[in-house]
């Protein structure tokens, strides 16, 4: 009993009297607690509440502790565009991920850190994505041409139900196959269904508590070329898709369009 009562009292002590500092000059933020951190200000009921009232305390940037790792927060489009527009060059590095890191071996451009090596690929990236028609009526008639496969898919399964992240997924990677490979997959093929699980599960690998721990000449390689093209998928069909189904969740909302969508009975997952 003794020793559960001094445990109790040395906690105690240490949530009130160690106080852990930000560097100097960095933006305030609530004051962090011993281990914890400041996990009690992000766990509540509602996330986006409690990040209006830091925003509402601190001002549009402030600073908070997610897990052992300081980060910034940034609010509104004045701060965001400072940051990352006029700042650019400050802020382009990424932060370090043991797991990405350990996967990638520092090639690509998506985890690649900012420096000559990613400089150098993603005038590549553009240059070779322009010639594949970026910003082309070539590209839009790929984009089309998948939508109409889109549209099939809903109609065959009206009346029943479907998993429309899935849907996303499957035509964001057949518009990136048509661009880097100048062919599109079944949406019921095998080796298709294996590539966007494989893309889901690492994704959701890569941000998870698993990926929080701690000159003159070419970068060019073929590793890094495998690299590249793993990457454009990867960016490509996890980004396009999730956009895609939270604009599908918001029409959803919306009384007119479920008027005009009255004919199409499918169950959304």
Known sequence: MLVSLVL??????LFVFIRIQRPKNFPPGPRPLPIFRNLFHLIT????????????RYGNV??????????????GLKAV?????????????RPENSLTNHLSKGKGVIFADYGPSWKEHRCFALMTLR????????????ILGEAEHIVARLEKCSGGSMNA???????ASNIIYLVLFGTRLDYEDKTHKDFIRC????????NGPWGMKVGGRSFFDEKQLMRY?????????????????TAFLYLMTQPGIQEDCASLSVIIL
């Not at 109790?8 to 002590?13: G, R, S």
């Not at 893309?199 to 890569?206: D, F």
Request: net charge positive; hydrophobic share 45%.
């Open 229 to 245: 093209v793993v990457d454009l998928q990867f960016a490509g069909i996890d980004t396009t898709s999730n956009t895609l189904l």
């Open 165 to 171: 992240k899935t849907l996303f997924h499957d035509a």
């Open 62 to 75: 402030y600073s908070l502790y997610i897990g052992g790792r300081l980060a910034v927060v940034l609010n």
């Open 8 to 13: 109790f009292w040395i906690c105690i002590l």
């Open 131 to 142: 010639n594949f028609g970026l910003g082309k009526q070539s590209m839009e008639k790929r």
């Open 199 to 206: 893309v889901t599960e690492n994704s959701k690998i890569s």
């Open 81 to 93: 565009k400072e940051a990352l527009v006029t700042n650019a060059v400050d802020f382009s590095g």
């Open 45 to 56: 009921s509602n996330p986006l509440k409690a990040i209006f009232w830091l925003t509402q």
